[in-house]
């Protein structure tokens, strides 16, 4: 069955009496080398970097399991999480043929993620592949980073993904671009990123506006950012580009308002950073300095 043939997507939803959900960021892609391309880049990389003789793969809205099914031909298990409770009895048929898969229909982003992952996986490593929803990218992948880590390590492999074109961007820039946010400083602790290919709007159906890209975050097996309070850097890095146009001094100040400004400023300094430097200037090595600064102002 060809998952990627508009013909057969709009029998598969008819047959079952239903249809994309803008709702639910549904965007059915209709291009099978897309979904192989995807599935080819996470189980990849995996290989490469994991010994293990069973690999797995969590993957977050399957939609009607276009992607899943070039999954299954590639790992030894796939976990799929499907909030829309009218695609699972179509995954139910799209998939029938392969027993190593399971679909799970619950809100990914309300899941125990650490019980979920022990459940379904045990010990083994996983990676991520997913063709995210737009409208919920970031929150999944900071839960996919933040939740799922056991003695400051990430439980996954990888987490290759598809998002809009211009989150890539953000994820994927350094302190000397002009896309370089909060989002990318909190990402680039956990891993590096590396954007593989874009994906035109007429690839789905419906059609979206904008273009997507393919992403892959590898994540550390050990961490070369070292930092005294993990909280404490996600703070800083939140507060340090609260208010962007603003220089990192001010925007810190109004951030951390129970500081004074001269402590703040006295800190900033003491880094041999200029008083009137912004935020979007600072590597995560940077923030992870300023964040051991501030997190000793707090055991003051």
């Known amino acids: 069955m060809n998952l990627c043939n508009l013909g057969v997507i709009k029998r598969i939803l008819a047959e079952h009496g239903t249809d994309t959900k803008k709702g639910f960021g549904q965007n059915f892609l209709i291009n099978p080398q897309i979904p192989f391309d995807i599935a080819e880049e996470s189980y990849c990389y995996h290989i490469q970097n994991e010994k293990n003789d069973a690999p797995c793969v969590l993957e977050i809205g399957p939609g009607i399991g276009a992607l899943t099914n070039e999954l299954c031909q590639r790992y030894e298990r796939v976990v799929c999480v499907e909030i829309d409770k009218t ?10 043929e392969y027993s190593n898969v399971s679909i799970i229909n619950e809100d990914f982003l309300k899941l125990p993620l650490q019980d979920f992952l022990k459940e379904h996986f045990g010990a083994a490593p996983v990676s991520v592949c997913a063709n995210l929803p737009y409208y919920i990218t970031t929150p999944i992948i900071m839960k996919l980073l933040e939740e799922a880590r056991s003695e400051g390590r990430c439980a996954f492999t990888s987490i290759t993904v598809m998002v809009q074109k211009e989150v890539a961007q953000r994820l994927c820039a350094t302190e000397k671009d002009s896309e370089y946010g909060a989002i990318t400083a909190s990402v680039s602790y956990y891993g590096r990123v590396k954007k593989l290919f874009d994906v035109a709007p007429g690839n789905f159906h419906p059609a979206p506006s904008v273009t997507s890209s393919v992403i892959r975050i590898e994540l ?7 930092v005294k309070d993990e909280k404490t850097l996600f703070s800083v890095i939140a507060g340090a580009f609260a208010q962007r146009r603003k220089t990192l001094l001010n925007s810190l100040s109004s951030y951390f308002s129970h500081i004074s400004k ?8 003491s880094l041999g950073f200029d008083i009137n430097i912004r935020g979007e200037r600072l590597s995560v090595d940077d923030f992870c300095r300023l964040a051991d600064k501030f997190y000793e102002e707090k055991q003051k």
């Open 262 to 269: 001269d402590a703040i400023a006295e800190i900033i300094t």
């Open 87 to 96: 695609l699972i009895p179509i995954l139910d048929t799209t998939l029938s």
């Open 220 to 226: 550390y097996k050990e961490n070369p950012h070292s």
